[in-house]
């Protein structure tokens, strides 16, 4: 009983020591992009836990962000008492996202994948900003889980024909499941469809981002969407079969609706909402690459979703900035920032320039990926593809030249420009993804 009283005094003084947890993951982030080589090779951490260069690339990417997170939550630290409880937050989802990335049994994937939403809820309910964040979390929490639901459904049905979960085995072929069932393959590809989001399921994406607070938006667009695209990677070799007759499905329902939710985007006034709602575009794209199974495809997914993390996670923090400075969102009413804050002009160029997929982004590397990929497996898809690519270059300078230039509010004129912190939180986004192209090897490699 002593043992356990003075563990929880050491961890709560570690916790509310908001310093020593901003130098602790800075520390894990760099040793993290030390490690990251040619000659990187799996390593098993227990029974039920091992680390590929994938799930590596994703664990680095979660302590990026969540650092990120906190560096960037200036207001939450103002909050005195409140700080404690928001840093044990974000080292639980930290914890439970580097278990999720580490899982090799789906039923512990599964297991880590849904814990991943309590954190992700106490956020919003806790620091979010207006009172529909009630609706926005029950959103959020009612469509991923009825669609992980049948999920666990068809782990348990594939665990009892074949006696067990294991990831390597399944994949590897070696247990001899060929994956023929239909009703158990959209069971299982469903719950990572609404993580990701596929349009038509994407409802519950753009109101948790409004409603959350700056940390919950970075790791909701940084890691978290992440989640569906790592799912659907180990899911659809084990249903290769299947996948082979209905990716014209996802490929559709990825490009079509990037399409159409790129439109809708050129119609939003929210900051917060419009990039909400290009990661809807972004995702779309990813899952054509994936569904279609080609070394191309993988790659550019891989390539897509860490670009994207650093991106939307960027973009999020300058619309928190603009927040905190105006008081509000709206394109509308933050008009000509160049005038306000002139040096956060060159951030919002970099980070836009990403979005958009422009070089020398990370996105453009792995968007040239997908293209080939999807563009290869079927000829049809060109053109739509190309809509996709220009209407995501059209809502992105919409919402830079109306931001950025336009007249301003004579009483907006003594916002001051940024702090330090500001610049430190910008720079580490903006340099991985402005800069990992050089090394582009680390990333693109044979999965």
């Given at each position: 009983?002593?043992?356990?009283?003075?563990?929880?005094?050491?961890?709560?003084?570690?916790?509310?020591?908001?310093?020593?947890i901003?130098?602790?993951l800075?520390?894990?982030?760099?040793?993290?992009?030390?490690?990251?080589?040619?000659?990187?090779c799996?390593?098993?951490?227990?029974?039920?836990?091992s680390?590929?260069?994938?799930?590596?690339?994703?664990?680095v990417?979660s302590?990026?962000?969540?650092?990120?997170?906190?560096?960037s939550?200036?207001?939450?630290?103002?909050?005195?008492?409140?700080?404690?409880?928001?840093?044990?937050?974000n080292?639980?989802?930290?914890?439970?996202?580097v278990?999720?990335?580490?899982s090799?049994?789906y039923?512990m994937?599964?297991?880590?994948?849904?814990?991943?939403l309590?954190?992700?809820?106490?956020?919003?309910?806790?620091?979010g900003?207006q009172?529909?964040?009630?609706?926005?979390?029950?959103?959020?929490?009612?469509?991923?889980?009825?669609?992980?639901?049948?999920?666990?459904?068809?782990?348990?049905s594939?665990?009892?024909?074949e006696?067990?979960?294991?990831?390597?085995?399944?994949?590897?072929?070696?247990?001899?499941?060929?994956?023929?069932?239909?009703?158990?393959?959209?069971c299982?590809?469903?719950?990572f469809?609404?993580?990701?989001?596929?349009?038509?399921?994407?409802l519950?994406?753009?109101?948790?981002?409004?409603?959350a607070?700056?940390?919950g938006?970075?790791v909701?667009?940084?890691?978290?969407?992440?989640?569906g695209?790592?799912g659907?990677i180990?899911?659809l070799?084990?249903?290769?079969?299947?996948?082979k007759?209905?990716?014209?499905?996802?490929?559709s329902?990825g490009?079509?609706?990037?399409?159409i939710v790129?439109?809708?985007?050129?119609?939003?006034?929210?900051?917060?909402s419009?990039i909400?709602?290009?990661?809807?575009?972004?995702m779309?794209?990813?899952?054509s690459?994936?569904?279609?199974?080609?070394?191309?495809g993988?790659?550019?997914?891989?390539?897509?979703?860490?670009?994207?993390?650093?991106?939307?996670?960027?973009?999020?923090?300058l619309?928190?900035?603009?927040?905190?400075?105006?008081?509000?969102?709206?394109?509308?009413?933050?008009?000509g920032?160049?005038?306000?804050?002139?040096?956060?002009?060159?951030w919002?160029?970099?980070?836009?320039?990403?979005?958009?997929?422009a070089?020398?982004?990370?996105n453009?590397?792995?968007?040239?990926?997908?293209?080939?990929?999807?563009?290869?497996?079927?000829?049809?898809?060109?053109?739509?593809v190309g809509?996709?690519?220009?209407?995501?270059?059209?809502?992105?300078?919409?919402m830079?030249?109306?931001?950025?230039?336009?007249?301003?509010?004579?009483?907006?004129?003594?916002?001051?420009?940024?702090k330090?912190?500001?610049?430190?939180v910008?720079?580490?986004?903006?340099?991985?993804?402005?800069?990992m192209?050089?090394?582009?090897?680390?990333?693109?490699?044979?999965?």
């Open positions: 009983m002593l043992k356990f009283l003075v563990f929880n005094l050491v961890l709560m003084g570690f916790v509310s020591n908001w310093s020593l901003q130098v602790g800075s520390m894990m982030c760099f040793m993290g992009l030390l490690m990251m080589n040619h000659d990187f799996s390593f098993c951490l227990g029974y039920m836990m680390v590929d260069y994938l799930s590596y690339i994703l664990i990417l302590v990026w962000i969540v650092m990120l997170m906190v560096f939550s200036t207001v939450v630290k103002k909050m005195g008492n409140f700080c404690v409880g928001f840093l044990s937050v080292l639980i989802l930290l914890m439970v996202l278990l999720t990335f580490s090799v049994n039923l994937f599964y297991i880590s994948f849904e814990s991943s309590v954190p992700m809820l106490v956020l919003i309910l806790g620091w900003y009172p529909e964040r009630i609706q926005a979390g029950i959103y959020m929490l009612f469509y991923t889980l009825f669609a992980s639901l049948p999920l666990l459904v068809s782990l348990l594939l665990y009892k024909s006696g067990s979960l294991n990831m390597g085995l399944l994949l590897s072929g070696v247990i001899g499941y060929q994956g023929t069932s239909l009703l158990w393959y959209f299982s590809v469903l719950a469809m609404v993580k990701l989001p596929l349009f038509m399921f994407h519950w994406l753009p109101k948790a981002h409004v409603e607070p700056v940390a938006s970075m909701l667009a940084g890691v978290l969407l992440k989640l695209g790592y659907l180990r899911i070799g084990v249903f290769s079969e299947v996948n007759m209905f990716c014209w499905v996802w490929v329902l490009i079509l609706g990037g399409v790129s439109l809708m985007c050129l119609r939003q006034v929210d900051m917060k419009l909400a709602y290009s990661s809807v575009a972004h779309g794209l990813v899952l690459g994936l569904v279609v199974m080609g070394g191309w993988l790659n550019g997914a891989v390539v897509v979703m860490v670009g994207h993390g650093l991106c939307s996670s960027g973009l999020f923090c619309a928190n900035m603009v927040y905190e400075r105006l008081g509000s969102r709206s394109l509308m009413i933050s008009k920032l160049l005038n306000v804050m002139p040096n956060m002009g060159l919002w160029f970099l980070l836009v320039a990403g979005n958009m997929a070089p020398p982004t990370l453009l590397m792995g968007e040239i990926s997908l293209i080939i990929s999807v563009v290869s497996w079927s000829k049809l898809i060109m053109f739509s809509m996709l690519s220009f209407f995501s270059a059209c809502y992105t300078l919409y830079y030249s109306l931001s950025q230039h336009g007249l301003f509010l004579n009483a907006l004129f003594s916002c001051c420009s940024g330090v912190v500001e610049y430190f910008l720079l580490m986004h903006s340099v991985p993804l402005n800069i192209i050089v090394k582009g090897s680390l990333i693109l490699c044979d999965l």
